[in-house]
């Protein structure tokens, strides 16, 4: 910020590193964590939790326990 009291400020200070969950979590243990986390997601390891694979959501979550229709087609109208 260039208001001369803010200049020297860095990204670190206002960052929000959540809690990360690895490629090998459960997925309701990590709808847990997405619930009570900050933010909208979650950094997932790789499973020596050594290497960034992504962020999941509560929507990737929903998705996985609630997949749609397979092969693309819509689904049927009422």
Avoid: C, W
């Avoid at 860095?10 to 459960?26: D, G, N, Q």
């Avoid at 709808?31 to 509560?58: C, K, M, Q, S, W």
Wanted: net charge negative; charged share 15%; glycine share 10%.
């Amino acid at each position: 910020m260039a208001d001369g009291v803010h200049h020297t400020t860095t990204v670190a200070a206002i960052a929000h590193l959540p809690k990360p969950i690895s490629a090998a979590t459960e997925l309701s243990e990590t709808l847990d964590a997405l619930v009570t986390a900050e933010g909208a997601g979650l950094p997932v390891l790789d499973y020596g939790r050594t290497r960034f694979l992504g962020l999941i959501t509560h929507q990737t979550v929903l998705a996985a326990l609630h997949p749609g229709p397979s092969g693309g087609e819509k689904a049927p109208k009422n």
